[in-house]
């Protein structure tokens, strides 16, 4: 099927949300995660999304395998990265794994004011709160269910927004450091990915979500929403209009607005964002399911150049977090029974 572009000339319509599923699931099949990394979460998460949605056994197999070899584990400063909501989803909120993850995060270091601080083992990174953090950890919290946990889940959101808010604009910090008072990455466009696809998790896991919870998720929103460019696509750098165009942000924000509007929190004009923006990634997704164009590990403070030009000059490739974004999205497209739409 053909569709028109605005010079009105042919293009493929966009692969369907069943097919990329099942053909990145199975690119992602081919990682190891042994050890947790900053982009395991939702690359496990995606997977569990193509087993659930488009009934692809091996890579629920291939997830639930690496999450049974955690459990068997000793506690490590790399757990914060373990997929709490799909290790929920695997063995259930009551399980001894679960329940000892809820410990772990309880009880790291925090800030004095009381923002926790994951990596202590590092020293370049003892103090410091990462945007990334706000996938991992609250949905999780919220999935564990009572009241407890629902407080913890809150105020590991709200803790992580008070220090990663940035006086220059509506956009977030990739990462504080709560020792130096020094942040590092504003405006990163995968950072607010990161937030605003872990807050929609989080918001659909409680029944009554606080105001405040629900109006930081649609002014983060809104503010996103205001620099999405003329391709459908978001930069490396949001307040940027030279950096370049980068996938995985732009599959983040695609997969949160669809979430969004499904649950009655964002309007018309974001699902027609998300739209355009699959559009454009479905695009970058090879015949083997690599999905090109995300943007390589990023440090931020970690080398000795400006911010904005690390950003801007960070190599593109195919990577876990990339593949994880556009499982997301393509879960959530059919999760809102937009399978088929153009």
């Not at 407890?148 to 220059?168: I, N, T």
């Amino acid at each position: 099927m053909m569709s028109k572009d605005e010079m009105g000339m042919s293009k493929p319509a966009p692969l369907a949300a069943t097919e990329v599923l099942v053909r990145c699931a199975e690119r992602t099949r081919r990682y190891d995660f042994s050890i947790w990394f900053w982009g395991d979460g939702i690359a496990i998460d995606g997977l569990q999304e193509a087993r659930e949605l488009a009934a692809d056994e091996a890579s629920g197999e291939h997830a639930l395998r690496f999450l049974q070899n955690w459990t068997e584990q000793t506690p490590s400063w790399t757990d914060h990265l373990t997929p709490g909501l799909a290790l929920v989803k695997a063995v259930g909120r009551d399980h001894p794994s679960a329940q000892r993850l809820a410990q772990w995060l309880a009880n790291v270091p925090r800030s004095p004011d009381g923002a926790p601080l994951y990596r202590p083992d590092q020293p370049q990174y003892r103090h410091t709160v990462w945007v990334d953090s706000i996938y991992h950890v609250p949905p999780f919290l919220a999935a564990l269910g009572g009241e407890q946990r629902r407080d913890e889940a809150l105020e590991a959101w709200k803790s992580h927004m008070d220090v990663l808010r940035d006086p220059r604009g509506p956009f977030l910090r990739h990462s504080f450091d709560t020792g130096t008072g020094v942040g590092h990455g504003y405006g990163w466009g995968r950072g607010s990915g990161w937030a605003l696809l872990g807050m929609i998790d989080t918001l659909r896991l409680m029944e009554q979500p606080p105001l405040w919870a629900q109006q930081d998720f649609a002014e983060l929103a809104h503010a996103v929403l205001s620099v999405q460019d003329c391709a459908g696509m978001w930069r490396t750098l949001l307040h940027d209009r030279e950096a370049y165009l980068e996938s995985s942000a732009t599959a983040f924000f695609g997969a949160a607005f669809t979430a969004g509007v499904a649950a009655g929190l964002l309007g018309p004009e974001f699902a027609e964002a998300a739209d355009r923006a699959w559009q454009a990634v479905a695009g970058r997704i090879d015949a083997d399911g690599s999905f090109w164009g995300t943007s390589a590990c990023t440090w931020a403070g970690a080398a000795d150049v400006d911010d904005d030009q690390m950003y801007r000059t960070l190599p593109t490739e195919t990577n876990v977090w990339g593949q994880g974004s556009i499982l997301r999205f393509a879960g959530e497209r059919l999760r809102a029974g937009l399978e088929g739409t153009q």
